[in-house]
C-alpha cells in the first residue's frame, strides 16, 4: 500500500492537525509514515496544506507534485490542486463557498457538504474529523478505524481525550457522506 | 528494553537526540525554521533529568560564545540555528575550530541571502564546507535526509568532536528540520562525570584540580613561525578526518545511465525522480553525500565512470556541482539544477532538468 495525499485549505480549519491525525493513524497501523507541512507566514484565514504520504516501504520524496488523494478545503486549493490527481486517483472537496466545481472525468470525485455536517453534531471544531471521515471512506478504510482511534489518542494531549468520542462521531458523520 | 517508535519533526528529534546522547549545555536563540530546537528542550525539561543546561542566550553571536566556553571546559555542548543566525556564528565558530574543541551546531536552512525567507534552502553549502568564518580550517559537515538521520547525527556528530577535538556541522534543510517521520530514540547516554571528562580531555581548562600543569585555550599566537605549525597540526588533522570520516549513499549507481548527486532531502526528491524516470526507461543512478565535508570526491569519481551525464541538484544555484567537478575527471557533462529562495523542486521538475540538461542536449 502507499497513498499520496494533501489535505489543503484555510489556516484555521484544522488542515494541518487532520494530516497529523493521518499520520499517527499510520504510524499505528505499521506503516512508514512522512508528514511535510507548507510551513510558512500561513495563519488563520490563509492557505494551509499538509503533504501525508503513508506506505508498506521506504518513502522517498516527502514533497510531491501528483498525489493518490487531495482534499480541498476551498476554492483556492481545489483550484491548484484538483489537476495534480493522479488518473484514477481520488477529489475531496468541500462544496462550501466552492463556484468553480471540478470538471475532470478521470478521477473519482467526492462533494461533501462538511461544513453543514459539521453544524449538526453541533461542535464547529470537529470539521476535520468529519472531512477525515469522508478521506478514511475514500480510501476504502485501509487505515482500520481501530488504529485511527489509537492514532487520535497518540496525538491528542491526554487532557482533550475526553473529546475522543465526539471525534469518533464526527469521523462517523464524515463518512456517512460519501 | 527497545525504545518505542514515535512520530516527531525534525527539530523535535534533534532535542531528544541532544538529551539522550548526554549532551551538558545547548545554548541557542530562536529563529525559524528551527525555532522547535529550543522549545522542544524547554518543554522537555532535561536539567531536571540528566541536568543538562538549556539556555536561550541574548543573542546568536551570545551563544556561540557560550559554546565555545563551554567546549573549553570539555563538556559536551551545542547550539543550533538557521541561514542568518549561522552566519552571526561565524567568527565564533572560527576560533573554536582554531582553538581544536569540540562543539556541535546545526543549521536548519533557510533562503537568502540576507535574511530571506524561511522556506527550506541549501544556499549554506559554501559557508558550511569552504570556511564561512576566517582562516584555513574545515568543520566536518554532516546532512541529514531524514529525521532518523536528524538523531543519529547528533550521537554521531558528539562522537566526532570528541575524537577529532575539532567542530562538526550538521548541515540540515528547513524540510528535514519541519517534517514529520518516524523515529526511534537511543536509549539514554549518561553524560559524563567530571572524572571522566579529565580522562577524556586532558587539555580541558577545568580548575587545574590535580595539579596538573596550566591549560591554556586560546586561538592567538603572534609568532608567526609557532602559528604555522598549528596550521600543519590542523591540516594534518583534516587529511586524517578526510581518510577515516567520508560518507555517502549510494542508489542503483550500478546499471545506471545517468547520475545524480544531491545532498539532504533533496536527494530524497531525486530518489522519487529515479523512480518516475524508471518508468520511462531512462535509468538513473544517486550518489548522496552524507559529509559534505570531507566530500565523498573518491565515491562520485567512481559512480561516475561510464555513465553519460551527471545532474547535480540543490536548493541553490549551484554550489556542491563545484566539488562535483573536481571529482569527475573525465569528459562528462556535469549540470545543475536547482530552485532559490525556499522554493522546492518536485520529482517532476527532477526528470525534466535530466532530460534538458543532460539526456537531450
Given amino acids: 500500500m502507499k497513498e499520496e495525499i494533501i489535505i489543503a485549505g484555510f489556516g484555521g480549519q484544522g488542515v494541518l492537525s487532520m494530516g497529523k491525525i493521518l499520520a499517527y493513524s499510520g504510524l499505528m497501523d505499521d506503516k512508514e509514515v512522512t508528514w511535510m507541512p507548507s510551513y510558512g507566514p500561513e495563519q488563520r484565514g490563509g492557505t494551509a496544506n499538509v503533504t501525508v504520504i503513508l506506505s508498506d516501504s521506504k518513502i522517498s520524496s516527502p514533497v510531491l507534485d501528483r498525489y493518490d488523494i487531495v482534499v480541498a478545503l476551498n476554492q483556492q486549493s481545489l483550484d491548484k490542486f484538483a489537476p495534480k490527481v493522479k488518473p484514477g486517483g481520488t477529489l475531496i472537496f468541500d462544496t462550501n463557498g466552492i463556484h468553480n466545481r471540478p470538471t475532470r472525468e478521470d478521477i473519482k470525485i467526492y462533494p461533501i457538504d462538511a461544513m453543514e455536517a459539521t453544524l449538526e453534531i453541533g461542535n464547529s471544531k470537529a470539521y476535520n474529523m468529519v472531512v477525515m471521515g469522508a478521506l478514511l471512506k475514500a480510501m476504502q478504510y485501509k487505515l482500520p478505524m481501530e488504529n485511527v482511534i489509537k492514532g487520535l489518542k497518540k496525538s491528542l494531549p491526554e487532557r482533550h481525550h475526553k473529546l475522543i468520542p465526539l471525534n469518533e462521531k464526527a469521523i462517523e458523520k464524515g463518512a456517512s457522506l460519501l | ?361
Fill in chain 2, 1 to 361: 528494553m527497545k525504545e518505542e517508535i514515535r512520530l516527531m519533526k525534525g527539530n523535535e528529534a534533534i532535542a531528544h537526540a541532544a538529551i539522550r546522547y548526554g549532551c551538558d549545555g545547548y545554548f541557542g536563540y530562536p529563529i525559524t525554521p528551527q525555532s522547535e530546537v529550543l522549545e522542544t528542550l524547554e518543554e522537555l525539561m532535561p536539567w531536571e533529568t540528566t541536568g543538562m543546561v538549556v539556555l536561550q542566550a541574548e543573542s546568536e553571536v551570545a551563544a556561540i560564545n557560550m559554546v565555545y566556553g563551554g567546549a573549553a571546559t570539555g563538556k559536551c555542548v551545542m547550539t543550533s540555528s538557521s541561514s542568518p543566525g549561522v552566519s552571526l556564528k561565524q567568527e565564533g565558530i572560527s576560533y573554536i575550530a582554531a582553538a581544536s574543541l569540540p562543539a556541535l551546531i546545526l543549521n536548519v536552512m533557510r533562503g537568502g541571502p540576507g535574511l530571506g525567507t524561511i522556506q527550506p534552502s541549501q544556499a549554506d553549502y559554501f559557508q558550511a564546507t569552504k570556511g564561512g568564518g576566517h582562516g584555513d580550517y574545515h568543520l566536518i559537515v554532516l546532512a541529514p535526509s531524514t529525521v532518523q538521520e536528524m538523531v543519529d547525527f547528533v550521537g554521531l556528530g558528539f562522537d566526532l568532536m570528541f575524537k577529532y577535538t575539532n567542530p562538526v556541522m550538521i548541515l540540515a534543510d528547513g524540510i528535514v528540520g519541519q517534517m514529520m517521520e518516524k523515529v526511534q530514540l537511543p536509549e539514554q547516554r549518561p553524560r559524563r562525570t567530571e572524572e571522566e571528562i579529565r580522562k577524556q580531555c586532558p587539555w580541558a581548562a577545568d580548575g587545574r584540580k590535580d595539579g596538573r600543569k596550566r591549560n591554556v585555550i586560546t586561538s592567538l599566537e603572534l609568532e608567526s613561525s609557532k602559528m604555522e605549525v598549528i596550521n600543519h597540526q590542523l591540516q594534518a588533522r583534516y587529511r586524517e578526518i578526510e581518510k577515516n570520516e567520508t560518507r555517502w549513499e549510494e542508489i542503483g549507481v550500478e546499471d545506471a545511465d545517468y547520475l545524480i548527486v544531491a545532498f539532504g532531502t533533496i536527494a530524497r526528491i531525486s530518489d522519487k525522480a529515479r523512480e518516475l524516470a524508471a518508468e520511462e526507461g531512462i535509468k538513473v543512478g544517486i550518489v548522496r553525500p552524507i559529509t559534505l565535508w570531507p566530500f565523498p570526491t573518491e565515491a562520485v569519481n567512481k559512480a561516475a565512470r561510464g555513465k553519460k551525464g551527471v545532474l547535480v541538484v540543490e536548493l541553490n544555484a549551484g554550489q556542491m556541482i563545484e566539488d562535483v567537478r573536481l571529482a569527475v575527471h573525465d569528459n562528462l557533462p556535469v549540470e545543475h539544477f536547482g530552485r532559490l529562495g525556499g522554493i522546492i523542486p518536485s520529482p517532476e521538475e527532477v526528470v525534466t532538468a535530466l532530460k534538458e540538461k543532460i539526456i537531450n542536449k
